[in-house]
């Protein structure tokens, strides 16, 4: 039995657990921004900065012209404004929630390209440098253009895992149902890892075979919410084997998250062997992704990083052609407008840097101490209030009207 095999779980499974004891771990970190207090605040060009995130989360989704226009006019305001890093958050927020598999390549596109624009900004020392450089704009405004371009499918969510399933019955019901995979066991680290990392990852592969992305799901978000009880409650591991780079932390080193990755990599290079898959360089940035995340990614990203991975290892086979689409299709289309992009970086640097750290205002919550908070309904007419006074704001800056 599971409880009798593991003597550094014994006593879990013995007691009934409320639904607290378990924390969802594929939430942790929420990066969901904040409501903001930024009336002092104005970035370069003249907007509040909580209107440029939202008009940009906005112009990125939309098509057409016009909305290019607008995702360019924001992005160089932000960067311009010192918001670089937070321009790039919004970047990948964008393609993971809305690419995703549809288009994989655009996470090896843009992993590179910000990989080489961090390299050019270290190299100029003075920010003001790096913005008015025009081979840096000209990247930035292709990162956005590129984006832009891509095809779309909406990321999927962590499947619900009732707490009754942390149970030694429900685990005597389920594991040991699967045969033991090959795969697995050239990850699974017999004396370090726990038995129920092996019977997880078996399950995980027998999902990824049926091309149960759902099920798939299931067991590892099972998996990271038992070692986050585990690592709570006994303080200690359920996979001790440390894996990915030595610059790790040890607790990042010995999660589950890392021997899932590992457990992923074994099935896509099987995968690979027998052509059902051709997508080493996505693959290979969504792992890298993972394993050493840009700064910019937070703990729930990271997270959603594996989502993709395991849709990847599910769907991808299944597919007439298991390859990643063309990035951009229309390349006449996309030089036509990075043969413009300087110009919208021109028309905002033609006005001073802004007086106040706008990176630490996009921090500061709205709501203070003793303040009393808006209702839903006046935080919905707030909104609409700040965005038609943003678009009004927006159409005379690029249009020159008014």
Known sequence: MYAQEHAYLSGLYNAPRSAAAYEDPTNVGDDDDPPLDLAPARTRAGYPPADVVRQLTVALQ????????????????????GCYDHWIKLMWDYVIDHVGIASPRIFFFLRRQFATLDAAKGRAGEAEVFYREPTNQR????????????????????????????????????FDKVPDSPLVRRVW???LDARIALRVGNEYVAAVDAGATEKALFFIKWLMEEESHVRRTMKSFICAQGRGPSTLAERQRKSVGMYILAVSAEIYRDLAARGKIKMNEEFQALMQLYATPDKRLSAKRRNDILILIVQILCEVPR??????????????????????????????LVYDAPAVAIQKELKKKKVVKGEKPLTAKEKKELKMKEQMEAMDSMVSQLYGLG
């Open 319 to 348: 597919m007439a052609v298991p390859s990643a689409p063309v990035l951009v299709a229309d390349q006449a289309g996309l030089l036509r407008a990075l043969n413009h992009s300087e110009s919208f970086f021109r028309e905002v």
């Open 62 to 81: 939309q098509a057409g012209a016009e909305s290019a226009a607008k995702s360019l006019h924001y992005s160089a305001d932000l960067i311009t404004s």
């Open 139 to 174: 990247m930035l405004a292709e990162c956005v253009l590129v984006a832009r371009l891509c095809n779309r499918k909406p990321s999927l969510k962590w499947p619900r895992v009732p707490p009754e399933t942390h149970t030694d019955a429900w685990v005597s019901s389920i």
């Open 189 to 191: 680290a017999q004396g």
